[in-house]
């Protein structure tokens, strides 16, 4: 099982949009996916209309591991399962800082998952948190969405910054571009400096369109309601070149 984690410090870059909708693409293309939300917000949860039989809680996450089964969801759409989010795990960081070793206990619940899917996708907070540190070890790819302005450039460079004091090995980095208007010179001229600087950022861009925006009216994935649109054509071939590169990685 490949795990991938979509992650910024900036909010509002599109990371929840692109998670659920390459989440439902990997699972349309047959592969057994596993959607997590792991943000309190529950914007990934909300896409999908699911009815919890039982809540992820912050205060007892040692224990979730061992009911694993019953916090996973199935959605609508096949192959696609879903650990979705409440407003409890907002003290997530609490808890996790008062266990020993508490960054290293979501790479337990990732073994108990790896003989049931083959691609899970971690749908994170914006914050530099404990979280997002137990996120990072237990992700073979950090997908880092971002706007081409140059507070966001900064802001992934500081984020790559971080990750090569703290992760030698894993997660491997993989940046895009979301929310682009190629009308605007500034955002056609940073996509082509960073994407000719950084092999890490692929060449498919999501465009800043309305019909993304529709996913909340639907409740549902981008492809699902609108399969035939321009921004779920880019959706597609962002993750057709996001899979050829994990399928490229060593993972350890």
């Known amino acids: 099982m490949k795990t991938f984690a979509f992650f910024n410090m900036k909010g509002g870059v599109g990371k929840?949009?692109?998670?659920v909708n390459l989440a439902y693409l990997a699972a349309q293309e047959g592969y057994r996916t596993l959607l997590w939300d792991l943000d309190a917000q529950g914007a990934a949860t909300f896409h999908f209309p699911v009815t919890p039989t039982v809540q992820l809680k912050a205060k007892n996450f040692h224990k979730e591991k061992e009911r694993l089964d019953r916090l996973i969801k199935t959605t609508d759409y096949t192959n696609l399962d879903l650990?979705?989010?409440n407003f409890k795990i907002r003290h997530l960081d609490v808890a996790l800082g008062n266990l020993k070793k508490g960054t290293k206990l979501l790479s337990q619940f990732i073994k108990k998952l790896v003989p049931r899917y083959d691609?899970?996708?971690?749908?994170c907070p914006a914050s530099l948190s404990l979280l997002a540190q137990s996120v990072f070890r237990a992700s073979d790819i950090l997908i880092i969405p971002m706007i081409p302005t140059i507070l966001s450039v900064q802001t992934y460079e500081q984020m790559q910054r971080y990750l090569a004091r703290h992760y030698q090995q894993k997660p491997q980095l993989i940046g895009f571009f979301s929310m682009v208007d190629q009308r605007k010179t500034l955002h056609r001229e940073i996509i082509a400096q960073q994407q000719a600087k950084e092999?890490?950022?692929c060449q498919a861009t999501i465009p800043n369109r309305s019909e993304i925006e529709k996913m909340g009216q639907h409740r549902a994935p981008l492809p699902a309601f609108n399969p035939n649109s321009q921004a779920t054509k880019e959706?597609?071939?962002?993750?057709?070149?996001?899979?050829r590169r994990s399928d490229d990685l060593t993972l350890t």
């Open 16 to 19: 929840t949009t692109a998670a």
């Open 199 to 201: 092999q890490v950022f």
């Open 119 to 123: 691609y899970a996708f971690f749908d």
């Open 83 to 85: 650990i979705p989010s």
């Open 235 to 243: 959706f597609r071939m962002l993750w057709t070149e996001i899979k």
